[in-house]
């Protein structure tokens, strides 16, 4: 499975494609047997997009489906809502630009410039200003940091 680290910024064009990382493109080309196929989704908690390659999002996406009884009108409706906003993008073989649908871009607040966050086994994709926002304090990592050791 690729891990991806590293953060790396980004200009938006016009038609809302942006340069894929190069490292990160490289480590899709050597884990994933040549399929640059990505998935783009919103995140739940954040105001950022989540980017999968296609192999972990069929993982993820078959283990929720797995936990759901489509004979049970809630779970039909979280799956249809989990299943939405979602897109499917490929870096360009010539410049490695990938589109990412304006709704989307929208959905995060971003118009101008973004932040590729390598996170393990996915790559977050913020707005530069949310993201720098976002950062928590030092104080606040070891205190949780802490909290989870404890558990």
Known sequence: MVKFIGEYTGKIDDKGR???PSSFKSLMSAGCDGDMRLVVRKDI?????EMYVYEEWQRQSEEVREKLNFFDASHARFWRAYMQDRAEVEPDAKLGRISIPKKLLESIGASKEIVFAGNDHKIEIWDKAT???SRISQDEFIKL???????
């Open 45 to 49: 908690y954040e105001p950022c997009l």
């Open 131 to 133: 993201y720098e926002a």
């Open 145 to 151: 940091a802490g909290l989870l050791s404890s558990k």
């Open 18 to 20: 942006v340069v894929f």
